[in-house]
């Protein structure tokens, strides 16, 4: 199982990005897997943003990105993106992308059974 996350870059405050996530491999796209993104900052640990139930008709935020981060998935293309709108300095953070297997474990980091490579983004201020 592979899991490829892209769409960082350097951006200003108050910019918009769109990261993806593309997953691969039998097992993945042959069981129901939560998706997440998590990031870790420069000298910080891993911290949870965002997940999303396999038919996508549950979503979960960090209350830092709720109503700024956007989280959705397309099962036909075995894809999650995470639309963030409305960046701040402290968004700044290597991106990582995550498949769990049960919803009730998307807060958890140690839960997850697959990662991505992870995608930088910074905002400048």
């Known amino acids: 199982v592979q899991l490829q996350a892209s769409g960082g870059g350097l951006v200003q405050a108050g910019d918009s990005l769109r990261l993806s996530c593309a997953a691969s491999?039998?097992?993945?796209?042959?069981?129901?897997?939560?998706m997440g993104w998590f990031r870790q900052a420069p000298g910080k640990e891993r911290e949870f943003v965002a997940a999303?139930?396999?038919?996508?008709?549950?979503?979960y935020y960090a209350d830092s990105v709720k109503g700024r981060f956007t989280i959705s998935r397309d099962n036909a293309k075995n894809t999650l993106y995470l639309q963030m709108n409305s960046l701040k300095p402290e968004d700044t953070a290597v991106y990582f992308c995550a498949a769990v297997l049960s919803s009730t474990y998307v807060y958890d980091a140690s839960r997850y059974d697959y990662w991505g490579q992870g995608t930088l983004v910074t905002v400048s201020s």
């Open positions: 491999g039998r097992t993945i796209t042959t069981y129901a897997y939560a």
């Open positions: 999303i139930s396999w038919g996508g008709g549950s979503t």
